[in-house]
């Protein structure tokens, strides 16, 4: 991220980077298989031929409290939608705006959509009806609230057993919040933030969010969006957690769009033609071969798209259903990593149900509220290797300065170091070195003989004078400048200087000579 940041330091204002949008869902977990949910109609004397129509009448409790609530919150009960594809928030916007509301509740809407719940079923097995899980339509209600706390949010709750709840903030509004109780003045246009007076106290205030109490906080909201939860189900059944989708942006704020206007372009360019099929893969943490190549049996979805977004354009890189991007809009240039599917993830925890003093291990990501500050962290991780290779972009500098520097013969410590020909027999070995992996494990002489094996040049020679030439090639890149090593460490990175040359010449071959021309006209 320093790179990027430090690339447009002289004009950028501020930068913001915590939770965009956060969905929670919560599900009571004894409830959400067959077996759980006879157990609990049993423990009420409750046939399960008997079980809709002692469902339905919780329904209508459920139903009747929500009307209370919004009559007596907003002077009106709940609004019906007639079809699931109506945008809620555009409604519940435009009654904030014209009932001229600033905190509480905006309003109660209500629509049919699909969810799981459970049917009775003959079993001839048993010689009576079972209780089965199925797919179903019911109504849901949405709650829309400008919270004195966490600003614009909505709840949804799902009317039907096993009446799982969804709960959806924003990162960005309850910043707003925040700003807001601190008296410090900003100007905000829907998630984005045109101009903060005191970014140090903002960021601090977006750290903190991770320190929230999740579970807690979340079920502090159950008694005012389902008041009869424990009439309904008895006092010792609670949610259980989990971040359904989260959004981690970095946000660089200039000081106006006209600031903005002349890099965009260039960077939604290259970050467009650089997002290869691999490169997408190590955003997102996904294994590759040593070749550097997808593992064949992966069956990852891997796609790009572009497209024009509110007054900016959008560049998005999906690899199945967890996603980064670029986009810009007003004066802010965004980058955030959307997740989706966090058991794509490996990360250092311990088991579910381990102890403290158990060590750690190599664990998927779990969507529970237990792992949030730790999916925090990869979604920091995934924009940084992305803005990484941002940083590369070079709106400036003609191509033939980058190449003047490294294709001339030097003289260093007394020894002569050879120029390189970057789109000659150098090209394989700089294509090799710019691979995102290396972004994250660092350059080594095995890693990068394991890649170059079979290529051009590297063919016909024992794994002990391949190792030698790589020495050599190492050596050489150090003394032009083009990797650093490691302290303590047999490992090297890239340098912003190696960044700069292996993306300009992976963008230049990469380009048709049609659209070399247009970008040089």
């Not at 109780?181 to 007076?197: M, P, T, W």
Request: net charge positive; hydrophobic share 35%.
């Amino acid at each position: 991220m320093n790179a990027f940041v430090q690339k447009f330091s002289s004009i950028v204002k501020g930068t913001l980077t915590g939770f965009d949008r956060i969905v929670f869902k919560g599900s009571i977990l004894p409830l959400m298989y067959d077996e759980g949910v006879m157990s609990f109609c049993r423990g009420r004397n409750i046939l399960n031929k008997d079980y809709k129509s002692w469902m339905l009448e919780q329904t209508g409790k459920i139903i009747d409290s929500a009307t209370q609530y919004a009559e007596a919150a907003c002077g009106r009960g709940i609004t019906h939608i007639a079809s699931s594809r109506t945008r809620k928030e555009e409604l519940a916007r435009q009654r904030q705006q014209e009932a001229n509301i600033d905190t509480d509740l905006i309003g109660v809407w209500s629509a049919v959509e699909s969810c799981r719940s459970y049917k009775a079923k003959y079993c001839a097995k048993s010689g009576f009806p079972q209780l089965r899980g199925e797919w179903t339509k019911c109504k849901h209600l949405y709650f829309y609230f400008d919270h004195e706390d966490f600003g614009f949010m909505n709840i949804r709750l799902q009317t039907w057993f096993p009446y799982h709840i969804q709960l959806c903030l924003n990162g960005r509004e309850w910043l707003r919040r925040s700003l807001q109780r601190e008296e410090c003045d900003f100007v905000a246009k829907g998630n984005k933030f045109l101009h903060i007076a005191d970014y140090d106290v903002a960021q601090r205030m977006l750290d903190s969010q991770l320190d929230t109490r999740w579970a807690k906080t979340m079920d502090e909201f159950l008694p005012t969006v389902f008041p009869v939860m424990e009439q309904i189900l008895g006092p010792h059944l609670s949610y259980y957690w989990t971040l359904w989708q989260s959004e981690w942006a970095t946000d660089l704020i200039f000081p106006s769009s006209k600031d903005l206007r002349p890099i965009t372009d260039t960077l939604l360019r290259h970050a467009f033609m650089t997002g290869n099929g691999t490169a997408l893969l190590r955003y997102l943490d996904r294994p590759i071969t040593k070749a550097g190549k997808p593992y064949a049996n992966m069956n990852n979805d891997v796609t790009s798209r572009i497209l024009d977004f509110n007054d900016g354009v959008r560049v998005r890189h999906w690899v199945d259903h967890n996603s980064v991007k670029i986009y810009n809009e007003g004066n802010t240039l965004r980058v955030e990593t959307t997740m989706n599917q966090p058991s794509m993830f490996k990360v250092q925890r311990r088991a579910q149900g381990q102890s403290d003093d158990m060590p750690k291990r190599r664990l998927s990501l779990r969507k529970g509220v237990a792992d949030i500050a730790i999916r925090a962290q990869v979604s920091q991780d995934i924009n940084n290797r992305f803005m990484e290779q941002l940083a590369t972009c070079s709106d400036e500098t003609p191509t033939r300065e980058l190449f003047d520097e490294v294709c001339k013969a030097r003289i260093k410590n007394g020894h002569r170091v050879r120029a390189m020909d970057p789109t000659g027999k150098d090209r394989t070995l700089l294509n090799t070195i710019s691979d995102p992996v290396f972004c994250i494990s660092g350059i080594t002489n095995k890693a990068l003989r394991e890649k170059l094996y079979g290529c051009a040049g590297y063919t016909k020679m024992t794994d002990k004078q391949r190792s030698a030439k790589v020495s050599r090639q190492l050596r050489m890149l150090r003394e032009h400048g083009l990797i650093k090593k490691l302290p303590k460490q047999r490992k090297y990175q890239l340098t912003q200087k190696g960044r700069e040359l292996t993306t300009t010449l992976n963008a230049l071959l990469t380009a048709s000579t049609q659209q070399l021309m247009d970008m040089a006209a």
